[in-house]
Each structure stands twice: as structure tokens, then as C-alpha cells.
T-cell receptor
Framework: SQQGEEDPQALSIQEGENATMNCSYK?????LQWYRQNSGRGLVHLIL?????REKHSGRLRVTLDTSKKSSSLLITASRAADTASYFC???????????FGQGTRLTINP | DGGITQSPKYLFRKEGQNVTLSCEQN?????MYWYRQDPGQGLRLIYY???????QKGDIAEGYSVSREKKESFPLTVTSAQKNPTAFYLC???????????????FGNGTRLTVT
């Protein structure tokens, strides 16, 4: 399996509900980043969390990192239709000068 | 507004032709990158450049070439040697030239290349 794997691959929820996406990885990292991609557009950076951090918040976004389990989660609270997009985690691999992207979670918010 | 401009948005070429994708940034970033995205897939790194007149191969460099003659510009040429060139190509930049994996990437809006 790949370095960064998101779970689930697709998620569909009602507007106002919370959305949780997970990312697992294999090797030691310096940081983990989350990006959003609207259909047919470029990626937009959301949050960067360093390996010595456990949780970060940005508006309605909450990211956690558990280095012992090699996993991260992205929580979007009070979802809106505009949150519909694909979400990617990217891991900065320690010692490799490399940022590896997962395959993404496709999130659909139903009005 | 500062940002990354990729052009054109859509590009159509016949098999066997080389094609060059443009990427310009006015963020004054040192590092620039080219990624390829296939449907339902993550991003794969083609080439990156940490400084003018220098660039490094990424994971899938075969069939591609780049140049970095100016800090603002990092064009990508898809050559006829690339066996499966149809894809969505994304250019990105970041602030730090070293340890770029510790900085957020700023992306352009991509060029969708179709080769028939």
C-alpha cells in the first residue's frame, strides 16, 4: 500500500453534519499536510501539522496527528455545500526531501 | 494578487508531438514543482527546482523535460517519449528552497492535456 492512504475514499453527508477523514502512512515524517481540491482546479493548502504536534485548528477544521499509530484525521465541523471537494493528505517524509500525496477522499455535502 | 498562473487550461495534441505547458509565479518563491494527476489518483512528482538554473527529477520524470531560466517561470515540456501523456498537470511553488517538504505548496489551477 502507499505512504499516504486516505479513508474513506468517498464520503457523502448532509449539510450541517461533521465530516471526518483519515490518513495513514508508513514511514517517519517531519510533517503532514492537508489539501482541498475542487473539481478541475488546483489544490489549496489547509493545514500543516508537524511531527511534534498532536492537534491543530483552523476555523471549522481540526487536524489530529498520532505518530505512534502513523495516522492523522481531518474533521470538518458544521459542513456546508461549499465544502464539497476532494481532500488529500501529504506527508513530508523524514530525510527524503519528499512530499507524498495520498489518493484523496471525495467529500459530498448534500443540501 | 500573488499566485501561480498555468496556461493554457486545456491543451490538445496529436501523438508524437512535443508540447510545452507554461507556469509562472509572482510569489517570489524559490522552489517550483510539476505534478501529474490522473483520474481518482493522488499527485505524482515529475520535476522540481529549488533554485534558478537547477532542477531535479521526481518520481516520474521519464518523457518530460523542464527549464528554470528565471525565478518566476518553470515550463514543462511533454515529449513524444512520454507513453501516456494525457493527464491533469499541476504546477506548484513554495517559499523555502531547502526542506521544501516543511512548507505549504501553492498550486496553479492546472492544465488538462489530451493527446490523441
Amino acid at each position: 500500500s502507499q505512504q499516504g492512504e486516505e479513508d474513506p475514499q468517498a464520503l457523502s453527508i448532509q449539510e450541517g453534519e461533521n465530516a471526518t477523514m483519515n490518513c495513514s502512512y508508513k514511514t517517519s515524517i517531519n510533517n503532514l499536510q492537508w489539501y482541498r481540491q475542487n473539481s478541475g482546479r488546483g489544490l489549496v493548502h489547509l493545514i500543516l501539522i508537524r511531527s511534534n504536534e498532536r492537534e491543530k485548528h483552523s476555523g471549522r477544521l481540526r487536524v489530529t496527528l498520532d505518530t505512534s499509530k502513523k495516522s492523522s484525521s481531518l474533521l470538518i465541523t458544521a459542513s456546508r455545500a461549499a465544502d464539497t471537494a476532494s481532500y488529500f493528505c501529504a506527508t513530508g517524509i523524514q530525510g527524503a526531501q519528499k512530499l507524498v500525496f495520498g489518493q484523496g477522499t471525495r467529500l459530498t455535502i448534500n443540501p | 494578487d500573488g499566485g501561480i498562473t498555468q496556461s493554457p487550461k486545456y491543451l490538445f495534441r496529436k501523438e508524437g508531438q512535443n508540447v510545452t505547458l507554461s507556469c509562472e509565479q509572482n510569489l517570489n518563491h524559490d522552489a517550483m514543482y510539476w505534478y501529474r494527476q490522473d483520474p481518482g489518483q493522488g499527485l505524482r512528482l515529475i520535476y522540481y527546482s529549488q533554485i534558478v538554473n537547477d532542477f531535479q527529477k521526481g518520481d516520474i520524470a521519464e518523457g518530460y523535460s523542464v527549464s528554470r531560466e528565471k525565478k518566476e517561470s518553470f515550463p514543462l515540456t511533454v515529449t513524444s517519449a512520454q507513453k501516456n501523456p494525457t493527464a491533469f498537470y499541476l504546477c506548484a511553488s513554495s517559499e523555502t528552497a531547502t526542506g521544501f517538504y516543511n512548507s505549504p505548496l501553492h498550486f496553479g489551477n492546472g492544465t488538462r492535456l489530451t493527446v490523441t
